[in-house]
């Protein structure tokens, strides 16, 4: 699925967001994660990157489905504006340092260093949006 402008505007060059993936009981398992927008022949995808194998990646690996909200940093009326998103995600090998270093430009405190020079590859998780609500105009 292609995002509508307003949800691709809302994500622009980043953003904090919590994902959710399912434990193997079942239980949700959150974490707070950087992402990025990337197209694709396909449709949009929201991509997050780690360096190592983490929970969130092996209940990706175990069971794709997931869950990602993104809310604004900015007060706006009744709520803040958030994005809600379901989607099938899976895990593609290497270039974690690459979009690590791409979102901390633009995410983290000016000056950051990060990730280090030494940063093994990781794994990216990239999410093939299925679903969107919230509360903002790409909301229905």
Known sequence: ??????AREFIGA???????????????Q?????V????TPEGDELVSAHLGEYL?????????????TIVSDQPSG???PYLSVTGTARIVEGG???????????????GLNFPPADAPPGVLTRVR???????GPWAS
Do not use: C, Y
């Not at 699925?1 to 307003?6: A, I, K, N, Q, V």
């Not at 990025?36 to 197209?39: F, I």
């Not at 969130?56 to 990602?68: E, G, H, I, Q, T």
């Open 96 to 110: 974690a340092p690459e979009l690590l270093k791409e979102l901390a430009a633009v995410l983290a405190a000016p």
């Open 14 to 28: 980043g953003a904090n967001a919590t994902l959710v993936t399912l434990n193997a009981d079942g239980s949700p």
């Open 56 to 68: 969130k990646v092996r209940n990706v690996r175990r069971d794709p489905r997931v869950a990602l």
């Open 78 to 80: 009744f709520m803040r």
């Open 36 to 39: 990025a927008l990337q197209s």
């Open 129 to 135: 949006i299925d679903k969107i609500g919230g509360v």
């Open 1 to 6: 699925m292609r995002l509508p402008d307003s």
């Open 30 to 34: 959150v974490s707070v994660v950087w």
